[in-house]
T-cell receptor
């Protein structure tokens, strides 16, 4: 399940399930969004991006959905694998935050074999 | 080559020491960034360089001094740090500053101030 509190939100899924990670962004003027995956001891790794003139973009096993009305971004991972276990961050850029890539809180995804 | 290389990977320094973190990229990117990341927190922007000029300083204390000697290199000079400065320091680069292009991150330098 998913929990939000003083700690990072967590999502636990079984291998083969689909995962949905959510992100609420703060700046209504942001026009570019990125999802990053960060494994323990490593730097953030680009997964997929989307511009504000789109509401959906698909990659390999991943889909990003953007709802500008409610300032919400989601990352869907199909057929989740143990190697997908990591912390996932959404990041936004644009508007009054020109040139500043600002990260969201992050979600810990744990995939059980 | 889509790699951003950071050295050293780990650094332990005393509060009176002077040290430097190094970052290198050979992707022809003209924007380079320093981020600080505390445990279980998202990366926080510190500095942005665009075409080797400092474009953003997010009110970072002067004990952190960035330098961009050329378009491929970015340094972060450290002096008189405090224990609370212990963190993962991440370097990133992107094709242009402000453009809607992805930023590539290095593996980071794990800094411990004792």
């Amino acid at each position: 399940g998913e929990s939000v509190g003083l700690h990072l939100p967590t999502l636990s899924v079984q291998e083969g399930d689909n995962s949905i990670i959510n992100c609420a962004y703060s700046n209504s003027a942001s026009d570019y969004f990125i999802w990053y995956k960060q494994e323990s001891g490593k730097g953030p790794q680009f997964i997929i991006d989307i511009r504000s003139n789109m509401d959906k973009r698909q990659g390999q096993r991943v889909t990003v959905l953007l709802n500008k009305t409610v300032k919400h971004l989601s990352l869907q991972i199909a057929a989740t694998q143990p190697g997908d276990s990591a912390v996932y961050f959404c990041a936004e850029m644009g508007g009054t935050s020109y040139g500043k890539l600002t990260f969201g809180q992050g979600t810990i995804l744990t995939v059980h074999p | 080559d889509t790699e951003v290389t950071q050295t050293p990977k780990h650094l332990v320094m005393g509060m009176t020491n002077k040290k430097s973190l190094k970052c290198e990229q050979h992707m022809g990117h003209r924007a380079m960034y320093w981020y600080k990341q505390k445990a279980k927190k998202p990366p926080e922007l510190m500095f942005v360089y665009s075409y080797e000029k400092l474009s953003i300083n997010e009110s970072v204390p002067s004990r952190f001094s960035p330098e961009c000697p050329n378009s491929s290199l970015l340094n972060l000079h450290l002096h008189a740090l405090q224990p609370e400065d212990s963190a993962l320091y991440l370097c990133a680069s992107s094709q242009e500053w402000g453009g809607s292009t992805e930023a590539f991150f290095g593996q980071g330098t794990r800094l411990t101030v004792v």
